[in-house]
């Protein structure tokens, strides 16, 4: 008789090899067909709501791994959350306004020049569409689920008109006021320019090194002692009105023939070759943050000049010691606005100096250099004058260099509103917790938000101005304008004049003629983003504000955290979230910034091809994302492994219930032997586990605890001793039906636990178990935690078996080295043991030679009586001998009972048996 065909070996079609990038996308088919968002949230309705609100990735180009990081952290939460008692709604948005799209079109050769701004955004929003639908399919690509028919796209007309309604509840509250800000200047055009119509051309500029005394010290200083900045703009120092340190950076003051000087310490020997210093000596060191409100002594002027601190501060080049002049530079202001410093910007529209610099009125800013390098020079502040050569900004127009002038922009105060700002900050849940520390103090320290952009692809500022120059912000012009944009949007401010935008017969004091302008500048496209808590959340049926959770990379605490906190306290007196959870950047395997220079740029769609979405996916569960993660082939080809590990467990257990019918063959928990029970618990106990760490958002521990299971609770142990019964045995076998128990309501129980992880995986593994219902896994809850009155006794004893069995096991080990045994079913084990183990083995009722998978076992009280051969443990010894008898041709087992069976001398008796019960029908041959 050929035995091989009484054996119950496992049977499953589901394949052993992932073969992701080709099956993944049949999947993906399969939910578009079922329309498998659309079923998720009517099958949660009614259920709480929990919003998880998008961050809007900016459209254009394709997806980098910072992306894949963010959108699958986001789809595990939706996942889980749905399955777990919530309808979690995922509406998935871009940012389509800005720069990039404008620089982009400028690369492809548009001609911006040659058209009106109207049309300019039509190609603008043409481009962004295509960029979005690109995106939209890599996304879904890594098998995120969302709303992807329905997104937000924040240059949609309904969008829009949200967003204009946000900006006219600020002005209503008074936030919205008009004030100075450095823009890129071109006084050759005469005009302020977009960062897109800069250009950068090589110019040769001074460099000089320039000293400013100190006239009060603050007790820290003494008179007289020079503060030494560095400039490339001469032409700027009529304008300084102060000098910027880095609060934590430690200064310097050096004596150097009978001058006393200050600088960064880290820049000390730099300077002194720069100076041509012969002997500096370091007579006192102070931390920048000592130095502040220092008074000093303008080299030119007859006014003093603020020591201030600032974080943009660098050692980078220079002294350490930065010349700020408020009117002409973008740190330089926002310093200037901390400290309460005038915008003093002595340069008109063409670029010449005015009566505020006395002395160079009338000159043209850069033939102003050398006069005014001469007149330090006079004074005896000049220390150093250089030349070099080097890149800057130019005017793409007229090919002429720009300047950094202030000019009128809109801003929203802060001031007005800090108080309830970091308030709704500490009422917001931040993990990881410093976040709430790191926004609090950008609050607490910010300046006024500057919203207005000289750009043309934007949101326009909804402002209309009347023939006296007043500013006309109404609830009446908001209203009117709000519903232009959402029945045509934006460009229509662009197509028609002032008098077609306002509403019908609008008359205003300062406009006795009727004739009214309109602001052209644009909106920020931060406020852009930062109204999406009013467009979508609030706009939606299917939303709410505020959002259970926003989550996005660390950057955003000073981007789309702070923009949305800021329009939606100002509106609704409220953080528009009541969570906020942050993630790291994604590097290389060395810890560097991925860039193309390098070489070590890695890409979503290249490892989705090369290796599949879901190993991706896991590779995002694995790592640590709270901090900066790395990625590389290496590390990815470590979490295909594990990948392999966890589908290679799934399938044994599958391939093994090729005969189990869950509704008449499952064992209730209460008939199982004592090993399946405890194997429920630890069950019990993954599903706990797992859950808690979903909502803690801890994904790396949902990928340790479940890789794991799998690996030694499962594969290493109970898979392992299980195949003796579930081969051996007949099919109806009460042990075998009660281990088919155990790996069904592990399977079921793993599919629904991995099924926002990995997600294509789970619902492949779903197709193929015995007796569910559902279409697909997603349309499940997680599984329950349930009550054992005997677990911890359960788990207490099993969890001390099992130690013990890794000491058997090394044991075996070492046997097979010595070339004693072959197969651990070759051997015999004696235990020499003490009482505590002695009564642990005896109170098993399970067969203990199947449990150690050897063929033989003997318990032997006391570990003094055991030979030198065996190996000692603490409190036990194991001997390894080769067990008597022969080979079973069934089950493999070494017995002397083989060969006493006359109808069947090549079978041990218990294999005997099944076979007369259940195979007589087999003919031998």
């Known amino acids: ?154 240059l949609e007309p309904k969008y829009e008109a949200q967003q204009i ?6 002005a209503k509250k008074g936030y919205i006021y008009k004030g100075k800000k450095p823009v890129y200047w071109s006084p050759s055009s005469e005009s302020a320019l977009a960062e897109a119509e800069i250009e950068y051309q090589d110019k040769r500029s001074a460099s000089i090194y320039v000293t400013f005394d100190v006239i009060d010290g603050k007790d820290v200083l003494d008179k007289g002692v020079k503060f030494i900045i560095w400039t490339t703009t001469p032409w700027t120092i009529p304008a300084n009105l102060a000098i910027a340190l880095h609060p934590e950076l430690d200064y310097a003051v050096v004596e150097e023939q009978g001058e006393s000087y200050v600088v960064a310490k880290e820049l000390l020997e730099k300077v002194t070759e720069t100076m041509e210093w012969t002997s500096p000596k370091i007579v006192k060191e102070v931390k920048g943050s000592e130095l502040e409100n220092i008074q000093t002594q303008h080299p030119l002027y007859e006014r003093s000049s603020l020591v201030v601190l600032g974080e943009h501060v660098t050692t980078d080049a220079g002294t350490g010691c930065v010349h700020t002049a408020p009117g002409h530079g973008e740190d330089d202001f926002q310093v200037g606005k901390k400290y309460g410093l005038d915008v003093l910007c002595p340069v008109d529209d063409r670029g010449v100096f005015t009566d505020e610099a006395p002395g160079f009125e009338g000159l043209f800013y850069d033939k102003a250099n050398k006069p005014i390098t001469e007149k330090l020079e006079e004074a005896g502040a000049l220390l150093k ?57 950008m609050v607490r320290d910010r300046g006024d938000w500057c919203i207005s952009r000289q750009r ?48 019908e017969g609008f008359k205003h004091e300062g406009s006795p003629n009727g004739r009214f302008t309109k602001e052209q500048d644009i909106m920020d496209v931060w406020f852009d983003s930062g109204s999406s808590h009013q467009s979508v959340l609030e706009a939606r049926d299917d939303l709410q504000r505020p959002a259970d959770l926003y989550l996005e990379g660390s950057d955003q605490y000073r981007g789309w955290f702070n923009s949305s906190l800021t329009t939606g306290v100002a509106v609704t007196g409220k953080a528009p979230y009541k969570g906020v959870l942050s993630h790291g950047f994604a590097l290389d395997g060395n810890g560097r910034k991925m860039s193309k220079s390098l070489g070590n740029v890695m890409v979503p769609s290249k490892v989705i091809n090369q290796l599949g979405g879901d190993i991706l996916r896991l590779w995002v569960a694995s790592v640590d994302y709270q901090a900066d993660v790395r990625v590389s082939d290496a590390i990815l080809k470590q979490v295909a492994e594990v990948y392999r590990k966890i589908r290679n467990t799934l399938r044994f257990l599958l391939a093994n219930l090729a005969d189990f019918h869950p509704e008449k063959d499952a064992v209730a928990f209460g008939d199982l032997r004592e090993v399946d029970q405890f194997m429920m618990v630890r069950l019990n106990q993954v599903i706990k586990n797992v859950k808690t760490a979903y909502d803690e958002y801890e994904f790396a521990s949902v990928y340790h605890t479940v890789s794991n299971f799998c690996t030694f609770e499962l594969s290493s142990f109970y898979m392992d001793f299980a195949k003796d019964t579930l081969y051996i045995e007949a099919e109806n076998n009460s042990d075998r039906r009660a281990m088919q128990t155990v790996m069904y309501e592990t399977l ?18 779903w197709a193929f178990i015995p007796g569910v219902e559902e279409e697909s896994v997603q349309l499940t809850d997680m599984p329950e935690i349930k009550e054992y009155k005997n677990e911890k006794e359960l788990l207490s004893k099993w969890e001390s078996f099992l130690d013990l069995r890794d000491d058997v096991l090394k044991a075996l080990e070492e046997a097979r080295n010595a070339k004693t045994i072959g197969k651990s079913l070759a051997a015999k084990v004696t235990i020499y043991t003490e009482n505590q183990t002695q009564n642990l083995l005896h109170s098993i009722n399970e067969d203990l030679k199947q449990l150690f998978i050897v063929s033989n076992l003997e318990i032997e009280e006391g570990t003094a009586q055991a030979p030198e051969d065996a190996i000692q443990f603490d409190g036990h010894s194991v001997l390894v001998t080769k067990a008597e008898g022969d080979t079973c041709e069934r089950c493999w087992i070494l017995s002397p009972e083989v060969g006493k069976d006359q109808d069947h001398p090549a079978l041990c008796p218990r294999c005997a048996k099944v076979v007369k019960e259940n195979y007589q029908h087999l003919t031998a041959e």
């Open 1 to 154: 008789m050929e035995y091989k065909n009484t054996l119950l070996m496992p049977k499953t079609e589901f394949p052993m090899r992932g073969n992701l990038p080709n099956r993944e996308p049949v999947i993906q088919r399969k939910w578009e067909d079922m329309n498998i968002y659309e079923m998720v949230q009517k099958r949660t309705e009614g259920r709480p709501l929990f919003v998880l609100h998008d961050g809007p990735p900016y459209a254009n180009g394709d997806l980098h791994m910072g992306h894949a990081l963010n959108k699958v952290l986001k789809d595990f939460i939706v996942r889980f959350k749905s399955m777990n008692g919530y309808q979690a709604p995922y509406v998935p948005g871009w940012d389509t306004h800005g720069l990039p799209i404008e620089q982009a079109l400028t690369n492809k050769g548009v001609k911006r020049k040659e058209m009106t701004v109207a049309e300019f955004r039509e190609r603008c929003a043409e481009y962004a569409y295509s960029q979005v639908n690109s995106q939209r399919e890599q996304f879904k690509r890594i098998g995120v689920r969302g709303d992807w028919d329905h997104p937000y796209i924040t």
């Open 165 to 170: 309604k946000v900006f006219g509840e600020m």
């Open 385 to 441: 004058l250089e030349f070099f050569t080097h890149s800057y900004p130019h005017d793409w127009r007229t090919k002429k260099p720009i300047i950094f002038r202030a000019t009128a922009q809109w801003f929203a105060s802060i001031d007005k509103f800090r108080d309830e700002l970091m308030q709704a900050v500490r009422d917001t849940k931040w993990v990881p917790v410093w976040g709430e520390t790191r926004l609090f103090n």
């Open 456 to 503: 043309a692809w934007g949101v326009p500022i909804p402002v209309f101005y009347a023939e006296n120059g007043q500013e006309i912000i109404t609830e009446e012009t908001i209203d009117h304008v709000s519903s232009l944009f959402e029945k045509h949007g934006s460009n229509i401010w662009f197509e028609k004049d002032a008098k077609e935008l306002l509403p």
């Open 748 to 765: 079921t129980s793993l599919a629904k636990l991995l099924s926002p992880i990995l997600s294509h995986t789970a619902d492949e593994v």
